[in-house]
């Protein structure tokens, strides 16, 4: 095929660069697309979530199974622990709205603290738990949820990191904070799944 | 190191995969001294790693992930040089590229090599089916090719094809420069091959091909050979593609409209990709997780099948087609809205209840969540659910309903022009009310619990998806193929092409409606003496069909090379995307247009879509008729 | 427009003609909806109401069909461009609320009625029947790779494993369905009736055999690679010989787990031909 031809007769200023493309929705692009992904990854969750129905409420099953008991307590505290960093991130997102260095930096160093110690209670916690997924099917559902959880959160440290290591280095701007609203979005998202996994999980 | 493995592209790709492999035996390798397994070495581990990140360092080493690498860590971005976009020459297509242009060549090209691959499964397995007993191929074979087949015209063609056209066609329609995201839109695509390839090796895999159908029902894909990951992992990157798409699809129509492209002035083709869009965001995860349950089972001892550990064998089922339903829609949506663009210019009509046909759209998206359980009348599930699932799956037939019939009074009083779109978009209406009503008879319990699971579903869903789909594609092929070219194509070989698929089409299928009812049952290697003879007719005609697909093939190759060129607007359409040149420029507008009107006003005197700066668009200059229709004939 | 486009009817004579040549080609393809041999023997008390439906089914499609064709070749005949016609357009005719009313609750009716009486059909399909002479026969189904193996009660409270099939004419019977393995389906199709055999949960149908003779016994659901020959036979018997048939088998020392299926291709042996007698004699 030939290549493209322009219009015959248009503006040859034209060629270095589209036209502006017409705002047709006052909503930011990139937020409804993260928006869209994420109802994508509720329905990953929702997948789950159905597995969880099928094996512990129409199958009947015990839960948790006989003989294993779930860390109520300490996955209780992980809780805290993973809603604190939402609010850490908040504050580096506010104060990075008011110009405010310090803010941006020390909350995103505490956010991505506080995120990786939740993974590591969570991986300490699948250490001592005392059951494997190949030993019922409560254990299946149990790791599958957290595992699932897990690697969103794990996915979303990826991203903190990066961000955490950029306002370090002095990028984003009172003006330009794009890079930390996105995948703040998705950290929150983790965050509020997390409470939805944790209460059918742990609590009910 | 040498520049080509520095620089984004083949080499580095391929320089990449090998890294990929090297990293799947450390992982695996690793992984097993620190959990203390004791064959070091398990190939099957190794392999399922490298299923999953091959791929990933492929894409790396072509350089679909480059400028997000860049930008995520603050590297300063080269200021947009636009050096990814746009066609430069054939080579061009190879490459990641950002030009939804591009991307919807490569897209359609690329599902269309695999439809010919899953046709010439299809002509193994007539082949072998042509009489009872062994033919050439064993009966595992046999189960590898018709579920490979499903599954690369399932995954691979119908869904992405559909894609690829709107793809070129739905940011010009839209008055949009652009997909919304580039970047994304580029590695949607680069992730077919990925797919296709990987279900396609399959057949290399020890054991051979994946044999559990495009279904790949628990428990016994929990147990199939290795081959059986080739399309767990394949579905995965099929699906994460069209997820991208449609989020990118969604974001564009809702944030990139031309100035005065209120929704209701959409054309239906942007309509219907919208609903197809959002049932793939809602409804693809979960062929994700049915498979990620499977490939937990199968890989880590997980039990999510397993019933003497608790499992539960029917909740695969649940999850699988509470995508695998609305999936039937994401491959009949687009269509829908292809026929909707063809008949309003080859009628020379407006659609006829516009705003209907795009409420039935939504209406069928929210009632394809509905009806899942209709594919398990038999399964054992919990028996209340089945006559719910009964109301809903015959209640979705009326939206299709509206729309079969305000296409036919759209062509009403019109003034036809029969040319390939044309005729392929008069054959799906009669070929998918086939497919309607026996799918309207599968709703109805007593009847399905008879002919579930025989020739009788195979007869339907290639009523649907053949009938349906193929002929909406073939139709959406030949009417944008100017546009996508800037060639216009052989219609006698067109017109040639649709009898000889329209002929075939039918003599292959309709019958599988008796065998089926009969008693033969699907997915057998093997049959009973009494459906010999229905069987040899039907393979005869499959064989007809498939070579009515090599005409169709010559058609194109011959008329991309050498055919006349085409002008910018040769169907006389209102559509914005008939407004730019032939093939359009590289940045689809000079300035983007401003709408005025709905897209199908055809007969309206002096009725006008979209105005290029300051001037209004008609159906091309001085192409009005004589007499622009005022009143209906005898009306 | 002004003047009529050459060639254009009056449209009364044509929708009395469409009408016409609808209503003989409807006839038509219904008379040839049934002749067409569509089902099996009729084998069950099943059966009858599920084929009523079928033609049911097929009497409300084929007007729907032919009508949809009718209209599709009529628009491409009365309405085609033709030389000249280049640059015609048709009448702006955007859409009529009425018409689209009627067209959307005339279908959304007929569908409701359909559902009912597919409802109806239901029940009766799978109700008890009430007013039995002989309590009802369970038979316990085992599916596994790759061939069927049936449990009787037995006769003397001496149950028994077998892989033939044997049925007593006029009695209901109830199959509790099991699966060794995979997900089968358990499918006589002169019964009409099937449903999965599921690992972990027992399924059930019944059905009362109602015509002597030997009917195929066909696996319906993909199992692996020897579902094509996971082929057996069902024989359906009088009572009496029925009788004398169980009290044989459960006299005899059975295996429980009796009548080991060979796996793969080797089934055939076992029901491979069966097909070929399902008009047989009568046992
Ligand atoms: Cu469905
Ligand atoms: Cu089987």
Redesign the pocket.
Known sequence: MDAAVPLAGAHDTHHHGPPEANRSSRVDPQLLGMLLFIISEIMVFAAFFTAYFFIRIVGENEWPARGTELPVLVAGVNTAILLSSSLTLHWAQTSVKNGNRFGLKAGMFTTFLLGATFLLVQVNEYVHIGFSPADHAQGSVFYGLTGLHGAHVFIGLLLLGVVTVRSFRGHFSKEEHRGLEIPGIYWHFVDVMWIVVYTTIYII | MPVTLRQPGWSRASASMVLGLAFSYALSIGARAILGYDPLLDGESVMRIALISVPFFFLVGLGCFSYWFRWASGAPTVPEDHSGHGAKSWKSYFYPNTDHKVIGIQYVVTSFFFMFVGGLLAMLIRAELAAPGRQFVDSNAYNGLFSVHASLLIFLFIIPVFAGLANYVLPLMIGAPDMAFPRLNALSYWLLPVAGTMMMLSFFAPGGSFATGWTAYATLSNTAPLGQEFFTIGVQFAGASSIATALNFLVTIITMRAPGMSFFRMPLLVWANFSTSLLVVIATPFVAASQFFVLLDRSLGFNFFDHGQGGDVLMYQHVFWFYSHPAVYIMMLPGFGIVSEILAVKSRKPVFGYRMMAFSLLAIVALGFTVWAHHMFVSGMQTWIRVPMMVTTAIIAVPTGIKIFSWLATMWKGVLKLDTPMLFTMGFLTMFVLGGISGVMLAMIPLTIHVSDTYFIVAHIHYVLFGGSLFTIFAGVYFWFPKMTGRMYDEKLGKLHFWLTFIFFNATFAPMHVIGVQGM?RRVADYAEQFASWNLVISLAAFGTGISSLVFAYNMVASWRGGPRAESNPWRSLTLEWQVSSPPPIFNFDEIPTVVGGPYEYGVPGAVHGVFGGSPTTAGPGRRGPATTAGAPSA | MGEERRGSRNSRTVVVEMFVIGTVASLAGIALGSAIEWFPAQASSQAGPIDTLWDVLVICSVPIFVGVVIVVVYAALLFRQRPGEENLDGPPIHGNTTIEIVWTVLPALLLVVLCVYAYVVLLDIEQKPAQAATPEMKIDVY?E??AWTFKYAGANGKPFTTTQLYLPQDRSVKFDVHSKD????FWVPAFRMKIDAVPGITTAYRVTPTKLGIYPVV??????L???Y?RQTARVLPTDAFDTWLEKESAEDNPPAGGKPVAGGATGATGGGGSDAAEGDAG
């Open positions: 049952p | 599916g790779q790759f995979v997900i089968h389906d696996c319906a659901e993909l199992c692996g020897g579902h094509a996971m």
